[in-house]
């Protein structure tokens, strides 16, 4: 598909299918984080995906309330045959900037923690992003969304170091809607952008 077509038809889906992906579909999506841009190309996202039924149920049973696991909203999300959970390393960022070349064009020894947003989160959304426009691209659905509990849970359960950061999690799957959520009003060009001052 064309890049301008992908962005213009990319939405969130939350109702899905729960006929499985092949792997070779599965393998081709997450092939696209390798190509994810990341500062010091420092590389430090990961991703767990979970395609076996028990362990997304169980990601379900962790994250979410008991009574919201038996909405209808719900029931069509849970159909979604495959979760990741995209996390963040701050530790390859510390490592990496503290190589030669870094420490040579950093004079700032501080860099690191006086980032307002840490460039590992900025990284793992990069990659996030690219996963959702590949999703698009192979006209699956697939949608962002926050961990809501229990992260701590969730990261022992599935062997997540405790150090990492999340960000949310994709539900990819098949679409099985056509009528998507009416979205709040877009804003216009000259809302989202000016030029050459803010003032
Ligand atoms: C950081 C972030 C968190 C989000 N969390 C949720 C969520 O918890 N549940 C949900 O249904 N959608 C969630 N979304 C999806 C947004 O609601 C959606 O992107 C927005 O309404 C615009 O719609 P579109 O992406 O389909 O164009 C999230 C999106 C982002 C970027």
Redesign the pocket.
Known sequence: MDLDYIMKT???T?RFKDTPLEDSVIEELLKSVRFSPSAGHAQGFRFLVLTDFFARIKFFEITCDKEWLNTDKAKQLIKAPVIIIPFALKRSYIDRYNQQDKLNSHMNRNFMESQSTPFWITDLAFAVMLLLLKAQDLSLGA????I?NNEHDLKEQFGIPSDADL??TLAVGYKNETQ??K??KSLGINDLIKFNTWK
């Open positions: 990319r939405k969130m939350r949608l962002f969304f926050a809501h960000i949310g998507y959520r979205p709040r």
